[in-house]
Structure formats: structure tokens, C-alpha cells
């Protein structure tokens, strides 16, 4: 119920939040109110009343953290610390009155509070029957209010001691369980107690509790590690109870909880999966697939790459046996992140998917591998009729900065185009030409700037030959700057001015180029004459 508790708590720090802009009554402040009502009977209607410990540092369910390190959650504890709430306890007589006056506990500062009376008082005089505070009953909540000013001042400290004693008396059966096996040096109470957390940890997951079962866990990874001081046959046990209970549905609610955790639940999910083997890693694929968040995703497929070449055959036969578009491009980019030459000749064979979205991904993922054989597909896809395949075919050129794709590039940037129906794929490969800065480039952007303008295409030539001059910049050199001079001699308006822009800091930089040449060279000399 991590999640459930989690999903209250931002929904009760919106409803906070919205209290500063809206008055009492406002639709807004009721509409989010209403929603962080229906969320909280959600999760009373999966158990019969459900406990928040709070502390300075956050606020706990079942002594686990909720929303871990969440900024906005350890605000709210705080708040409840400063107002003397230790312990909130919510039940199924809870109405949105009840909310409504919790709000507005949540909402006022401490000095309100305890002007009021205390948030006891408060919680009282308003009739709240459906949250309770510090585990006591609303019978002693009234004793107390009834009590003098003395007896009052002294009630934090009956509460820290209600805080110390009562988690003893009332604490959860595994966590003592938990906690006995992680000092039991004892290989034969070792293993009593391995079978007894197996036995309480399964009956749980039939009631859909997985918390438990990744707090088991975590203790019993602890146990297998090499500098964990036990007895080999402890390590041994531990391993045996951890495979028992990493069943398929144990590892999808491990999966589900990668974007879902602490910091220090990291290493704990990878070792987790990773340990799995193979089951894990054909669910991490599915769970890639079939998730539509983008921050999941991300997880699901950097921890995937973990499995490493264990993976490849698996997302090959995915990519044999689902022909979803959308399943084939996550594939392909994941074996692009895997890279090597299998992962490269499995990508190349997707190129002959008749899905150009398909073919498209094939050719980005193939900027990422440099080889012959991605220049290979790229260079093949420069004749295909669709544009966005022959762009992305020179993007991907252009990032390999493959030379061998210089005179094919040229070709494009300097094709007849009548009625500028290419020019945006000739625009592509005049930066690709500019991100290669190869030298024979040079020549086919300066036919561009002597070419003569369309008549079909008024205004075209000049972007075109403004974007070539910026890329001979990048590229340099002796043959990059006449051509420059020329277009400027023979120009106006914005091609002038950028052909200016361009010239002077590139002269000045030749010039340095060949002034540094020139000294080396002259010491070099000396060096030998000596």
C-alpha cells in the first residue's frame, strides 16, 4: 500500500498548498479535497484503519518511509513534529469534515495550533471520530482536554513515552521476525526463522502485500554478501529463501518499483534483478514494452542493460516474434545501447522492415555504432524516395562523420532543385558536410555559393548559401576562406553581412594557424643547425 500512502500525502500537500490561494468553500480547494478523500477511503477499503509514525525526518508506514527523500512529504512531517503529532492513525468512520479539519491543522502554524488548544482540542471540539492522534482513543483525548493547565504542559512527554513503548508492544510480526534473523548467528534458529519469514511473507502476497516480501528481501540480500559475518551455511540459506521468494510476480512488483524508490533502494533492485537472471530480464523487456511512462521507461531500460550480452538473444527473438512498430524501435535502441557487432547486424537486418518509423530508429540507432557496416545501410538509404528515411540517413552520416559519405553529400547539397522540393534535405547535408569538416566538402558548398538563383525558387538560394558560408567557417582553411570572399564581393543583405561575420575571426585564425607553423618550423631549424 506504499504507493496508496504516497498518493495521499502529495494530494494532501496540493490540498496545503491550495489553501494559500483559495478561501474556505472556494470549488478549486473542494475538488482536491474531495480527491484526497476518495484516496484515502480507497485505502481503507483494503484494510480496516491504516497508521502513519511521524518524526522529524518523515513520515512511516509500517516503519518504512513514505516518498523516501520527498521534499514536500519531509515538510509535512515536520509541521505534524513542531505540532506534537507522533502517531496518526485513520479509520473507516473518517468524513471530509474530518479532512477538512486536518487541513486546516496541516495548514496553520504550531503557535496557531497550541492556540487553539492543541491539535488534541481541535480534533476534538470538531467531532473528528476518523483520525486519531498518538494511538490514543477519543475517550482519552477528552480526559485530556478536561485535565488542568499543568497536566497539559506535561502531555508531550506522555506521548514521546506512549512513542517508546507502544511500537514494542504493537510492532509488526515480521519486522521482530526481521530484525531477530539479521543478529541470529545460529545456523539451526537461522533456518527456523528463514521458513517462518517464507511462511509469513507468502501468506501476505496472497492479500496482494508486496511490501513485505521486498523487506524480507532486502534483509536476506544483506545475508548473501561476502563480508556479511556468518557462517557460510547462513549465507547459503539466505540464498535459497531470497530465490523462493523472487517469484515472477515478486520481480514485476520489483520492476514497478524502479521509479517508485529511495536512494538507498537502488543498489538493492539492481542486485535483486540481476540476481533473477533471465526471468527478470525477459520481464524487464515486457514491462519496456508495455509501460507508457517516459521516467519508467528510462528505468526499466537502463537497468535492462545491466543483464548485458545476456539480453541480445532474448530481444532478438522479441523482435522474430512481436511485429509492433513500437516493440521493433525499443528493441533496436536497446541494442544499439548494447552495441558490439551481433547487436549491429541484428539493427542492419531491420532495415528491411517495410515500417518506415522502423527504419527511421534502424538509422539513428546506427549513428551510435561507427562501423563499416552502418555507413553501409546509411549510405544505401540516401537513394530512398522518402525524405524523412534520406534525412535521417544524412543526420546519421553527419554524426558518424563518415568521409567516405562526403561526395554523396555533395551530390545532394548541390542537385538541381527547381521548385525546392529538396531543400530541406539539402540543407541536412550541408551541415552534415559541416559536422564531418572534411576538406573535399569545401568544393561542393562553394558550387553551392556560385550557383545562380531559381527562378521557381526566389529566395531559397540565398538561405542556402548562407547556411554553406557558416558551415565553411566551421570547416577552414585557405580554400573555405576565397570562396567566402567571393560570395561577399558579389552579395547583399543578410549573405553579406554573415560572409563578413565569418571572414575577419576566420582570417585572423588562419593567419595564426600559419604564424604557429611558421615558428615551429624556425625552431625546429635552429634545433638542427645545433
Known amino acids: 500500500m506504499s504507493d496508496a500512502h504516497l498518493d495521499i500525502l502529495l494530494e494532501l500537500n496540493k490540498a496545503v498548498k491550495t489553501l494559500n490561494f483559495y478561501p474556505k468553500g472556494h470549488p478549486n480547494l473542494e475538488s482536491i479535497t474531495e480527491d484526497c478523500f476518495a484516496l484515502i477511503k480507497d485505502a481503507l477499503n483494503e484494510t480496516p484503519e491504516f497508521q502513519w509514525r511521524i518524526d522529524k525526518k518523515g513520515i512511516y508506514h509500517e516503519d518504512i518511509p513514505i516518498g523516501g527523500n520527498n521534499q514536500a512529504i519531509i515538510k509535512l512531517a515536520k509541521q505534524l513534529f513542531l505540532k506534537k503529532v507522533r502517531v496518526l492513525t485513520f479509520n473507516p468512520e473518517i468524513t471530509i469534515d474530518d479532512l477538512r479539519t486536518f487541513l486546516h491543522i496541516l495548514f496553520i502554524a504550531p503557535e496557531d495550533v497550541f492556540a487553539e488548544g492543541g491539535v488534541a482540542k481541535i480534533l476534538t471540539n470538531d467531532k473528528v471520530r476518523g483520525i486519531l492522534l498518538n494511538e490514543m482513543s477519543y475517550d482519552e483525548m477528552e480526559e485530556v482536554e478536561e485535565e488542568d493547565a499543568e497536566e497539559e504542559e506535561e502531555e508531550p512527554e506522555e506521548e514521546e513515552e506512549t512513542e517508546e513503548e507502544e511500537p514494542e508492544e504493537e510492532e509488526d510480526e515480521l519486522s521482530v521476525m526481521l530484525r531477530s534473523i539479521d543478529d541470529e548467528k545460529d545456523t539451526l534458529f537461522y533456518k527456523d526463522l528463514a521458513i517462518r519469514i517464507t511462511e509469513l511473507v507468502e501468506a501476505r502476497q496472497i492479500d496482494g502485500d508486496f511490501d513485505s516480501t521486498f523487506r524480507a528481501l532486502a534483509v536476506l540480500l544483506r545475508h548473501t554478501a561476502a563480508n556479511f559475518k556468518a557462517d557460510n551455511e547462513l ?146 538509404a540516401l537513394g530512398s524516395e522518402d525524405h524523412g528515411i534520406k534525412g535521417q540517413a544524412i543526420i546519421s552520416l553527419g554524426i558518424l562523420k563518415d568521409t567516405s559519405a562526403v561526395k554523396s553529400l555533395g551530390e545532394i547539397v548541390t542537385m538541381k532543385d527547381r521548385f525546392s522540393e ?71 543583405g543578410h549573405l553579406h553581412s554573415t560572409c563578413k561575420r565569418i571572414l575577419d575571426p576566420l582570417k585572423a585564425e588562419t593567419e595564426a594557424e600559419k604564424s604557429d607553423d611558421n615558428n615551429n618550423g624556425g625552431n625546429d631549424t635552429i634545433g638542427q643547425e645545433q
Open 235 to 380: 549465507k547459503v540459506k539466505a540464498g535459497e529463501t531470497l530465490v523462493r521468494l523472487l517469484t515472477k510476480d515478486t520481480i514485476l512488483y520489483i520492476i514497478d518499483r524502479l521509479t517508485n524508490r529511495d536512494e538507498s533502494e537502488v543498489t538493492i533492485i539492481h542486485h535483486l534483478l540481476v540476481g533473477s537472471g533471465g526471468d527478470a530480464a525477459g520481464l524487464l523487456l515486457d514491462a519496456l514494452v508495455d509501460t507508457d511512462d517516459a521516467n519508467k521507461r528510462r528505468a526499466i531500460f537502463n537497468e535492462a542493460l545491466s543483464f548485458g550480452d545476456k539480453l541480445r538473444p532474448m530481444i532478438e527473438n522479441k523482435l522474430a516474434k512481436d511485429e509492433r512498430w513500437f516493440v521493433k524501435r525499443q528493441m533496436i535502441t536497446l541494442l544499439g545501447a548494447l552495441g558490439g557487432a551481433p547487436s549491429l547486424e541484428i539493427i542492419a537486418r531491420e532495415y528491411g522492415n517495410e515500417d518506415l518509423r522502423v527504419k527511421k530508429e534502424v538509422m539513428k540507432v546506427l549513428a551510435t555504432v561507427p562501423s563499416s557496416r552502418a555507413s553501409e545501410v546509411l549510405m544505401d
Open 422 to 492: 529538396n531543400i530541406e534535405i539539402r540543407k541536412e547535408a550541408i551541415k552534415a558536410l559541416g559536422i564531418i569538416k572534411s576538406d573535399e566538402g569545401v568544393e561542393y558548398l562553394t558550387k553551392i555559393l556560385r550557383q545562380k538563383k531559381g527562378w521557381f525558387a526566389k529566395g531559397t538560394s540565398d538561405e542556402l548559401r548562407i547556411l554553406a558560408v557558416t558551415v565553411l567557417g566551421k570547416i577552414g582553411g585557405t580554400d573555405a576562406i576565397k570562396a567566402i570572399e567571393a560570395a561577399y564581393k558579389g552579395s547583399k
